[in-house]
């Protein structure tokens, strides 16, 4: 939720093409790339689904793709470096990325690596380091979650210190975001849940945290609205094409948020967890976020109360308010049955390197309450006591 004294400046580098059955305009928009030779970057889910094969059936012979499906939930920083190692070996001329999060993250960090003749990562983390742009990036939606087509992020898990770090910078960004909400329709119940939930982790996290502006705060706010209405409908019925457009639009609207805003202390401990335990990232902030709501709570009282409008209550004014919206969100987990932290099996002799690690994370500084490790780790003992 912005402070109206502090400067922005808002810069969205990606072309976004949107609508059902536009993955038919893929060909013409590597055309348009200068390319001819794409590197599609996807996981064995994408494959199982036909997704890839739908998307190749759209290249005349002109094109010589090459694959890389080796792509892991978490991507980490060796897939990456072998993600790099295929495009420059096939000598490729572009790159496709069709998934999650996961493949395009891994898209992105890779075009750092080529871009940067870089062989690690983790030369890259935080804000700086990557100077040149990637090579030509089309990022295509699988699921409705991270935003990452948006995005100027991505989050890769650092092997050797068991950790996700990011790599944030604009010239990581996809040249064009290719979102069909068709390629959405195979995402089964329990993946449409939880990638829903971190959408919509993002577009709070972005309207509350520290760094908010008005820009990231209109799309924040609609793509609340977007996911509340409906991730039920497409939870229980996933078929519904008109539903997963609105859904699809709010994850995009929630990358759009966070990227010019921030994530804030929920994706700290979601991106510890995932380092350290390879647990699922849209579980895990679905679990959290309403702990960090609570906690974030006299600090954000009408950004919360707006927020409990945008799910579509009618809220008290001032902490009853707030505290609809923590409810809010409770709820839309339960329905679309996310589970409890318990479910995770976290070993508590482990929470402290857990708050370590997320105390450390560069978006500790975005929450709207300052947070310690020691906060951290209180917060990780309500959830474990809940
Ligand atoms: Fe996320």
Redesign the pocket.
């Known amino acids: 939720m912005t402070i109206w004294n502090q400067s922005f400046s808002f810069t969205l580098p990606t072309k976004i093409v949107f609508g059902p059955g536009c993955i038919k305009d893929l060909g013409s928009l590597i055309t348009g790339l200068g390319g001819v030779h794409p590197l599609f970057i996807t996981d064995s889910g994408v494959i199982k689904a036909g997704i890839l094969e739908k998307a190749l059936e759209k290249l005349g012979e002109e094109f010589k793709p090459v694959i890389f499906d080796g792509v892991e939930a978490n991507p980490r920083d060796v897939t990456v470096a072998a993600a790099a190692y295929r495009y420059r070996k096939a000598r490729a001329d572009c790159m496709v990325a069709i998934g999650g ?1 996961s493949p395009i993250d891994c898209a992105k960090a890779a075009g750092v690596l080529i871009a940067n003749k870089g062989d690690n990562i983790k030369a890259f983390e935080g804000m700086a380091g990557a100077s040149k742009t990637i090579p030509p990036l089309i990022a295509i939606p699988t699921t409705a ?2 935003g990452g087509e948006l995005t100027f992020s991505a ?1 890769i898990t650092d092997t050797a210190n068991h950790y996700k770090m990011t790599i944030k910078n604009a010239c990581a960004a996809a040249k064009i975001a290719l979102c069909d909400p068709e390629l959405t329709l195979a995402s089964p119940p329990a993946l449409t849940a939880s990638a829903g939930m ?1 959408a919509l ?2 577009a709070i996290e972005a309207y509350t945290a520290s760094c908010a502006e008005p820009l990231a705060d209109a799309a924040a706010l609609y793509a609340v609205e977007l996911i509340a209405q409906n991730l039920p409908v497409v939870f229980k019925n996933g078929s519904d094409l008109s539903a997963r457009s609105k859904m699809l639009m709010g994850s995009m609207l929630g990358g759009i948020a ?1 990227s010019h805003s921030d ?1 804030a202390s929920a ?1 700290c401990i ?1 991106a510890a967890l995932g380092g350290m335990y390879d647990l699922p ?2 579980v895990c ?1 679905s679990i959290i976020l309403p702990f960090i709501m609570e906690y974030n709570l006299n600090y954000c009282v009408d950004g919360y109360a707006r927020i409990a409008r945008a799910m579509g209550l009618k809220p008290d004014q001032g902490r009853e308010g707030a505290l609809a919206a923590v409810e809010a969100v409770r709820k839309l987990a339960q329905e679309v049955k996310l589970p409890l932290f318990s479910s995770l099996s976290v070993d508590e002799k482990d929470f402290p390197v857990i708050a370590r690690t997320a105390g450390e994370n560069i978006s500790n500084q975005s929450n709207p309450r300052p947070m310690t490790e020691e906060d951290y780790l209180k917060v990780l003992k309500t959830m474990a006591s809940a």
Do not use: L
């Open positions: 999060g979650g991270t989050m971190d982790a993002h966070f994530a994706h979601t990232h849209g902030n």
